[in-house]
C-alpha cells in the first residue's frame, strides 16, 4: 500500500522555525514532483511548495516564498518542508502530495497521494 506519513509539526511562537518531513513507503517517489499544501480551519486547501523529481526546481506560493524551503534527498526517500519566520497566518494542517503526470503543480486536483497531515500552529 502507498503511503506518504508527515511529521515535524507542533506549536511555535511567531518568528519561530519548524521543519517538516514526509516519508513514502511502498513505493518509489523519486521520479515525481512533490509538494506541500495546507489548509486552515474554514479555508480550502492551498498550495505551498513543491520541487521536481531531482530538486533542480522549487516553486512557492508568494506568501511564504522566501520563509519557507523545500528540498528532497531521494536516497532517503523524504521531502522537507524547512519553515523559518513563522507567522500566525501560517496554522494550519500541512500536506504533502504526490503529483500525477502532467497538469499544474500549484492545482490541489493534480496531486494524486496525499498524506494524513501534520498540524502547525504559531502562536502570537
Known amino acids: 500500500q502507498v503511503q506518504l506519513v508527515e511529521s515535524g509539526g507542533g506549536l511555535v511562537q511567531a518568528g519561530g522555525s519548524l521543519r517538516l518531513s514526509c516519508v513514502a513507503s511502498g513505493r518509489t517517489f523519486s521520479r515525481y514532483v512533490m509538494g506541500w499544501f495546507r489548509q486552515a480551519p474554514g479555508k480550502e486547501r492551498e498550495f505551498v511548495a513543491a520541487v521536481t523529481w531531482n530538486g533542480d526546481a522549487t516553486y512557492y506560493a508568494d506568501s511564504v516564498k522566501g520563509r519557507f524551503t523545500i528540498s528532497r534527498d531521494n536516497a532517503k526517500n523524504p521531502v522537507f518542508l524547512q519553515m523559518n519566520s513563522l507567522k500566525p497566518e501560517d496554522t494550519a494542517v500541512y500536506y504533502c502530495?504526490?503529483?500525477?503526470?502532467?497538469?499544474?503543480?500549484?492545482?490541489?486536483?493534480?496531486?494524486?497521494?496525499w498524506g494524513q497531515g501534520t498540524q502547525v500552529t504559531v502562536s502570537s
Open positions: 502530495a504526490r503529483k500525477s503526470l502532467g497538469g499544474n503543480y500549484r492545482n490541489t486536483k493534480d496531486y494524486d497521494i
